[in-house]
């Protein structure tokens, strides 16, 4: 077994793959680029070292950088995790030529996968049947025009470089085929260095099921049953499990071999993934799956295979890797149970799924029995925007699928996240979905329901009022009575957003702030202070910042007179606007920032007076 490992990657899979090779021992070194600094992968490994500036382009992507970095500290082995240099053959050649050891497939297989046409003419020759449609070198639009027209609309056309769901175009019909290809090859141009296409039938009711593949350098090759991805935006996966719903033993059986077949075809060594596209519209059936691809590579969604298999993916890779053979044979391998993953992104739904980057104030994961989450992050990380903002992978077991469903959704809905926006709400709302509920789901689910889904609820009243009564009685005990007729109404900021709530207390006391959290959501609910009233000295108005953020713009100066509801302040936070206004008529007292200001929570950024104070 090798005894040291040096993996070139960062975030939850880093961490992941390091906590394998702790538990066997191994020595683990880390890579980092300047944002990384205090990146969790680096902490969790005995080792790290520094391979240069953020943009992954000149650090986590720089092939000799990370070789150095092995040679430097005596690292035996490299792992690549998933994306960066993962699939990149050549980086694999000079990883073996450096005299390292390779945690994945022989560069040739790589090369064989890694491009969409070459890999779906091989696995046709191995008897594997793939998508139909066009996959040759002849390029000219009016020649792929007629093969699409050929192959009968609706088509996607397809980067043969592509990944991670980029450089895909579906077209519909005829006269949309020219700008579509048009802007296809652009993209694929830019982002994979290579515009060639291919076509394909574009299946509908289309399911995404993969079939978790693993080979040995003895020859040995298994597989370790499929998983169902259909549940994607924009062709990229959101929620996974395994088994497929709906799979029957024959169809499985069907299905696995194909797989074991298509790995065979090129010498399969280490962990991989063959995707297959399904037509679902009549359930599955083995006649209606076809192949899409392979990765080489261990899987983002591979935790959901180890919970229903009992196997630790990343020991077999490293036991590959040090020429062991396979821990198991086929028929010592079963499916117990069920197993789902939710990818837990920094994003705001509400806002297009835009990346919301910043510092994780709060992180907390909910828990459920057999649940697992796979994380880069700890609370009081920064979510940069130099990479993928994915917070962390939250899995869930069950006996049953409906079990698995409803611990993935408590999990969910008892995470808190915050100031950043997360899409554990969508994710919540998601797995209720009533195609989801009964499985079947077909990849264009979210497109077509996604905007009810995206929706960021708003805190419920019950909540609400349970923290205002959490800060209320803080200053003015017994404080809170839900039941009693309120004396009066409080205000508070939520989000930066006014609003009233019934509360029974005092005034007088400091001004602290309470997080709401619910459906997988925070929220800062923040006392809007009203100096002096206790005091008697009535008429002054405090102005705090409803959130830590930058003050992009001041509207008034000091003595400046103002109406109520006049702006006052811009800050931005969140990658939001919120505009803070005179709570009544009156004068500017104080001004405690300016444009450009970074401020914190609850700063005192201005006071208004009334004008007769
Ligand atoms: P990538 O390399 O980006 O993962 P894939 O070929 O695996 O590209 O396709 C990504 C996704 O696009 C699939 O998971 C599926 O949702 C959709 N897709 C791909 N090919 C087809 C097809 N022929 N018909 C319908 N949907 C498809
Ligand atoms: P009182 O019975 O002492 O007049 P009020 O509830 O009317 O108490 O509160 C005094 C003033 O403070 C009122 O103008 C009220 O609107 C205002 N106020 C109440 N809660 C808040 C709050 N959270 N932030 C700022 N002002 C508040
Ligand atoms: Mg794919």
Redesign the pocket.
């Known amino acids: 077994m090798i005894q040291s490992l040096l993996i070139a990657n960062r975030g939850e899979i880093a961490c992941r793959v390091i906590r394998t090779a702790r538990r066997l021992g191994i020595r683990t070194i880390a890579v980092y680029s300047d944002a990384d600094a205090d990146a969790l992968h680096v902490r969790e490994a005995d080792e790290a070292v520094h391979i240069g500036p953020s943009p992954a382009r000149e650090s986590y992507l720089v092939g000799e950088k990370i070789i150095a970095a092995a040679r430097a500290t005596g690292a035996e082995a490299i792992h690549p995790g998933y994306g960066f240099l993962s699939e990149n053959a050549e980086f694999a050649q000079a990883v073996i030529d450096a005299g390292l050891v390779w945690v994945g497939p022989d560069p040739a297989s790589i090369t064989a996968m890694g491009l969409k046409d070459a890999a779906k003419k091989l696995m046709a020759q191995a008897g594997v049947p793939v998508t139909p449609g066009y996959m040759g070198e002849e390029q000219a639009a009016i020649f792929l025009a007629d093969e699409a027209a050929k192959i009968g609309y609706p088509v996607l056309i397809k980067a043969v470089a592509g990944g991670g769901g980029k450089g895909m175009r579906l077209v519909e019909s005829e006269d949309e085929f020219a700008d579509a290809l048009a802007s296809c090859k652009r993209e694929a141009a830019s982002s994979f260095g290579n515009d060639h296409v291919l076509i394909e039938k574009y299946i509908l009711s289309p399911r995404h099921i993969e079939v978790q593949v693993f080979g040995d350098s003895h020859g040995n090759i298994v597989h370790l049953f499929e998983r169902d991805c259909s549940l994607q935006r924009r062709h990229q996966k959101v929620i996974e499990e395994a088994p497929a719903p709906g799979m029957d033993a024959a169809t499985r059986t069907a299905l696995c071999t194909a797989a074991v077949r298509a790995a065979k075809a090129v010498d399969y060594v280490g962990a991989g993934t063959i995707e297959f596209i399904a037509d679902g519209s009549e359930g599955l059936r083995a006649d209606r799956i076809w192949f899409m691809e392979m990765n080489t590579r261990l899987q983002v969604e591979h935790p959901v295979t180890e919970a229903i298999t009992g196997v630790d993916l990343v020991e077999w890779q490293l036991r590959v890797a040090s020429g062991e053979p396979l821990p198991l044979a086929q028929h010592d391998l079963g499916i117990d149970g069920w197993a789902m993953e939710a990818r837990l992104y920094a994003e705001d739904p509400a806002k297009g799924f835009l990346p919301s980057i910043g510092k994780l104030e709060l992180l907390q994961f909910g828990d459920a029995p057999g649940g697992r989450i796979d994380t880069g992050v700890y609370e009081g990380a920064e979510v940069s925007p130099f990479y993928d903002p994915m917070i962390a992978k939250v899995i869930a077991w069950g006996d049953d699928r409906e079990v698995a469903r409803e611990r993935l959704g408590e999990m969910l809905a008892d995470s808190a996240v915050w100031p950043v926006r997360t899409n554990a709400s969508f994710l919540v709302k998601a797995l209720d979905h009533p195609d989801f509920v009964t499985g079947t789901v077909d990849t264009g689910l979210i497109g077509r329901d996604g905007e009810a889904l995206a929706q960021t609820p708003a805190p419920s009243r019950e909540a609400l009022e349970a923290a205002a009564a959490a800060l209320v009685p803080l200053y003015d005990p017994p404080g809170f009575r839900l039941n009693a007729a309120p004396?009066?109404?409080?205000?508070?900021l939520l989000d930066g957003e006014r609003v009233?709530i019934a509360?029974d207390g005092?005034?007088e006391a400091p001004?602290p702030s309470v997080l709401v959290t619910e459906q997988g959501q925070a929220w800062l609910l923040a006392?809007?202070?009203?100096e002096g009233?206790?005091g008697g000295a009535?008429g002054s108005?405090?102005i705090l910042a409803p959130m830590p953020g930058k003050v992009i713009a001041v509207e008034v100066a000091q003595g400046d007179v103002v109406t109520k509801g006049q702006k006052l302040l811009t800050l931005e936070a969140m990658k939001m606007e919120h505009t803070l206004t005179a709570?009544f008529d009156g004068v500017v007292a104080e001004l405690n920032t300016q444009a450009g200001a970074q401020v914190q929570v609850e700063a005192l950024l201005a006071r208004i007076e009334e004008h007769d104070a």
């Open positions: 004396a009066r109404a409080a205000w508070f009233e509360v005092g005034s001004v006392h809007w202070r009203k009233t206790a009535a108005g405090s709570p």
